[in-house]
């Protein structure tokens, strides 16, 4: 019992955890998921309790399920925050304005049982700002009903929790790539150990006939072996199972060499431009490792041009001088690479 018998509420006690995030942090046991009032009706705005709703943090919107609808009677000022829309944009609105395209159906159909049956529930399901941004929003709706037991209204509170959503779909892609890494490791070791049989052998057959009917499907064998041991390496550095091995690598040749599995990879709506610059000096590199972090730059180039469009490699001869330490170089002679 609150407010000298005025209301009453019936704890959580737990009973809506692993559902949706918590702000509290912790299990919640002592919030109500049910209350019931003595006096209903919102035009006693002149106390305190009203103006800790109004500076709280916290989104939140009182609807009426008397009214044609279930419309939003009440929504605080963290609501006009948290959606951008104004109060004479939303009181008399149901709160489905707030979905979208991609808003779970299975979730707006939890919300909707917990209305018609009079309970509590708590969601994450996707809404969308006035601006037409998306959110998840952990929501959190309750009933209150007055002394007679007639149900006055639904309370909702909201939560952005995009963030912890993003960074749980990050943890998840990176173990799930940590996985086919050691996948793929395994492989490349594998077919590296089958392609050091092959090479030998193609080895001691060339060594063996200088007829040059065989020795032509020997070497185009044997080129086929080494194009399989480089893809091997590639495998390996997506693996990230091999070490650096920095050596003078021709920049040019190796894009030019790589050009093929680029366009390959971009697939056909992604036109790839070469831009070389003739006679530029030998980089030292890693060359596996070079390819591997070109070809990471152009899918994220890819993925950020879904209807397709041009992307241009290049390369230059530049000397970084006053400018060395806004690169974290030393001053020199580089060879630069860029994509755009």
């Known amino acids: 019992m609150q407010g000298e018998g005025q209301s009453i509420g019936i704890p959580a006690a737990g009973e809506h955890e692993n559902v949706s995030y918590n702000p509290t942090g912790g299990p919640g046991i002592h919030h109500w998921q049910e209350a019931t009032i003595t006096k209903a009706g919102l035009g006693?705005?002149?106390?305190?309790?009203?103006?800790?709703?109004?500076?709280?943090?916290?989104?939140?919107?009182?609807?009426?399920?008397?009214?044609?609808?279930?419309p939003i009677v009440f929504a605080n000022r963290a609501f006009q925050d948290l959606t951008g829309y104004q109060e004479d944009e939303v009181l008399g609105r149901n709160c489905r304005f707030l979905q979208g395209a991609h808003t779970d159906r299975e979730a707006v159909a939890e919300l909707r049982d917990a209305v018609s049956e009079h309970r509590a529930v708590s969601v994450e399901l996707l809404n969308y700002k006035r601006d037409g941004t998306p959110f998840w929003n952990a929501c959190f709706l309750a009933p209150v009903f007055d002394t007679d037991g007639k149900l006055l209204y639904f309370f909702a509170s909201q939560l952005d929790v995009t963030r912890r959503r993003t960074s749980e779909q990050a943890f998840r892609q990176a173990q799930k790539m940590e996985s086919i890494g050691q996948l793929t490791a395994g492989l490349a070791h594998d077919f590296n150990n089958l392609l050091q049989v092959v090479s030998g052998n193609l080895e001691l057959a060339l060594s063996r006939t200088d007829d040059e009917s065989l020795r032509r499907p020997l070497e185009n064998a044997s080129r086929a072996a080494e194009r399989g041991s480089k893809l091997t390496k590639q495998l390996l550095a997506f693996a990230r199972k091999t070490r650096l091995e920095a050596k003078p690598t021709n920049l040019n040749n190796l894009i030019v060499e790589f050009g093929e599995m680029l366009e390959n990879s971009v697939g056909p709506q992604v036109e790839v431009q070469l831009n070389l610059r003739p006679r530029v000096p030998a980089a030292l590199v890693d060359p596996v490792h070079l390819e591997m972090a070109v070809l990471n730059v152009l899918i994220n180039a890819r993925d950020a041009m879904p209807k397709g469009g041009c992307v241009t490699i290049g390369t230059s001869k530049m000397h970084l001088n006053g400018n060395a330490a806004a690169h974290h170089l030393p001053p020199g002679d580089y060879v630069a690479h860029d994509q755009g």
């Open 44 to 70: 006693e705005r002149g106390n305190v309790f009203f103006a800790a709703i109004e500076m709280t943090r916290m989104p939140i919107v009182l609807t009426d399920p008397n009214l044609p609808d279930n």
